[in-house]
T-cell receptor
């Protein structure tokens, strides 16, 4: 059972387009992290959201945590080829063993 | 540049070989992790060390043996691997114990091919 459903799995768009990646669950998370991974490198943390309804901006990237802390979205405005990569969401479930639950990832290709 | 350094970057080994992957961080992080990642898939947790003690083993086969010599170093000893073990092996660290929750800092991984 995949606890974190991430969609879409693959996305190929033209430079300048906008896109949104979704991360959904029926479980409540104490926090949710977004990572980007480029080919040949490890994942790099983009943002952590912890409060229901929280919105964080990182240049052209906007991250939102759902009010019930069960879902999150990543919106990219005016995508650029440098945004190409694998986007991963990872949630922490409250409890004694706060292991990360990973989404399956969104492979984004931004074409010039 | 990542602050978590992994060596080697690439490794090709036969099924009868013994090799080791190494990971180093000097950020003072108290938790270190080994993950396995297949192409375009999320990382899969293998082991977690917290304050130099093994705290999580995700039912990993014994042909993978982790070691944490000190708070900055993490090794993964490999023996009698199978071709399906070919993958990117990622090391990560976090400032706090996993039970307290803190984001992960990943190295760039070792690309392992088992022939």
């Amino acid at each position: 059972t995949q606890l974190l459903e991430q969609s879409p799995q693959f996305l190929s768009i033209q430079e300048g387009e906008n896109l949104t990646v979704y991360c959904n669950s029926s479980s409540v998370f104490s926090s949710l992290q977004w990572y980007r991974q480029e080919p040949g490198e490890g994942p790099v943390l983009l943002v952590t959201v912890v409060t229901g309804g929280e919105v964080k901006k990182l240049k052209r990237l906007t991250f939102q945590f759902g009010d019930a802390r069960k879902d999150s979205s990543l919106h990219i405005t005016a995508a650029q080829p440098g945004d190409t990569g694998l986007y991963l969401c990872a949630g922490e479930k409250a409890g004694n063993n706060r292991k990360l639950i990973w989404g399956l990832g969104t492979s984004l290709a931004v074409n010039p | 540049d990542t602050e978590v350094t992994q060596t080697p970057k690439h490794l090709v080994m036969g099924m009868t070989n013994k090799k080791s992957l190494k990971c180093e961080q000097h950020m003072g992080h108290r938790a270190m992790y080994w993950y396995k990642q297949k192409a375009k898939k999320p990382p899969e947790l293998m082991f977690v060390y917290s304050y130099e003690k093994l705290s999580i083993n995700e039912s990993v086969p014994s042909r993978f043996s982790p070691e944490c010599p000190n708070s900055s170093l993490l090794n993964l000893h490999l023996h009698a691997l199978q071709p399906e073990d070919s993958a990117l092996y990622l090391c990560a660290s976090s400032q706090k114990d996993p039970s307290q929750g803190s984001p992960l800092h990943f190295g760039n991984g070792t690309r392992l091919t088992v022939t």
